[in-house]
């Protein structure tokens, strides 16, 4: 299966800060890529769809200024949490999608913010 | 009315038994079919996809999709210890073009040793 990389892996960070999560597709050319958050013991919640160039679609309930998408290439997408807070601490993972319409997951980013 | 039902277990299994794992959705259209395994504390991973009616074996692990029925399903042979995780049955949603995945609450599936 194609690989998707996650950057960083867990990141603890003060309160009002604000902390960038990269995510790479390895060894294809995402034209589509998503983000999702996990609580412990609940389900993926889609957070917002991001397409090379072009702004990031976010669902409902999700602030855009808080949560900044940039997709700028194939293969590359990032988020920045800005001015976390503790409600934000959560498990944040990313997933790329090909022409098959599947969607690979890369291994998540555990953001604790104290 | 839920867009992708599973039941959320557990389901309890010997070792090296057949386990059956059931999703059922509601929108007709939907083309495109996965099931992800999702262990506790990690990301979800891709097991299978399946777009037509009928079996698709991957190894010890076949999907099943029936359009008409509206149901997809996951056999898992000769279960392991290791099979144990939550399987997550996804759905794209007919009309959708930022083929976004519609999950199911997941399965939790126990293989005894």
């Known amino acids: 299966g194609a690989v998707v990389s996650q950057h960083p892996s867990r990141v603890i960070c003060k309160s009002g800060t604000s902390v960038k999560i990269e995510c790479r597709s390895l060894?294809?050319?995402?034209?589509?890529m998503f983000w999702y958050r996990q609580f412990p013991k609940k389900s993926l919640m889609l957070m917002a769809t991001?397409?090379?160039?072009?702004?990031?679609?976010?669902e409902q309930g999700v602030e855009k200024d808080k949560f900044l998408i940039n997709h700028a290439s194939l293969t590359l997408s990032t988020l920045t949490v800005t001015s976390a807070h503790p409600e934000d601490s959560s498990f944040y993972i990313c997933?790329?999608?090909?022409?098959?319409?599947?969607?690979?997951f890369g291994p998540g980013t555990r953001l604790t913010v104290t | 009315q839920k867009e992708v039902e599973q039941n959320s277990g557990p389901l309890s299994v010997p070792e090296g038994a057949i386990a059956s794992l059931n999703c059922t959705y509601s929108?007709?259209?939907?083309?495109?079919f996965f099931w992800y395994r999702q262990y506790s504390g990690k990301s979800p991973e891709l097991i299978m996809s399946?777009?037509?009616?009928g079996d698709k074996e991957d190894g010890r692990f076949t999907a099943q999709l029936n359009k008409a029925s509206q149901y997809v399903s996951l056999l898992i042979r000769d279960s392991q210890p290791s099979d144990s995780a939550t399987y997550l049955c996804?759905?794209?949603?007919?009309?959708?073009?930022?083929?976004?995945?519609?999950f199911g609450s997941g399965t939790r599936l126990l293989v005894r040793p």
């Open positions: 997933s790329a999608g090909t022409r098959e319409y599947e969607q690979y």
């Open positions: 060894d294809f050319q995402a034209t589509t």
């Open positions: 991001s397409n090379e160039g072009s702004k990031a679609t976010y």
């Open positions: 929108d007709r259209g939907s083309q495109s």
């Open positions: 399946i777009y037509s009616n």
């Open positions: 996804a759905v794209i949603p007919p009309m959708d073009s930022s083929y976004k995945l519609i």
